[in-house]
């Protein structure tokens, strides 16, 4: 590497991803003042992530199921008591 292009913070930070209960080490200046045990023994600064590649569902493929209906039926569905209430008051 060339000497003096990186931040004085500059050293390998765990990011931990507490849904999946996993994370990567990357040389990172990312700000954090909390540290965590590793699998190699070693105690490193950690960044805590919400959301990763590995607890996304996008990424998973653990997608909530969505209503196969369309828009239309969700809406007669909905407000069809209402409508033959209407329909009998005329």
């Known amino acids: 590497m060339k000497p003096g292009i990186h931040?004085?913070?500059?050293?390998?930070?765990?990011?931990?991803d507490s849904g999946a209960q996993t994370g990567w080490l990357i040389r990172s200046c990312a700000p954090t003042s909390k540290t965590m045990q590793w699998e190699d023994g070693k105690e490193y600064p950690v960044f805590l992530l919400?959301?990763?590649?590995?607890?996304?569902?996008?990424?998973?493929?653990?997608?909530?199921?969505?209503?196969?209906?369309?828009?239309?039926?969700?809406?007669?569905?909905r407000y069809a008591g209402m409508m033959s209430a209407l329909k009998k008051d005329k």
């Open 7 to 16: 931040p004085e913070n500059y050293r390998t930070v765990l990011f931990y």
């Open 50 to 77: 919400d959301t990763s590649a590995a607890s996304h569902p996008v990424y998973t493929g653990k997608q909530r199921e969505h209503n196969r209906e369309g828009r239309a039926s969700q809406f007669n569905q």
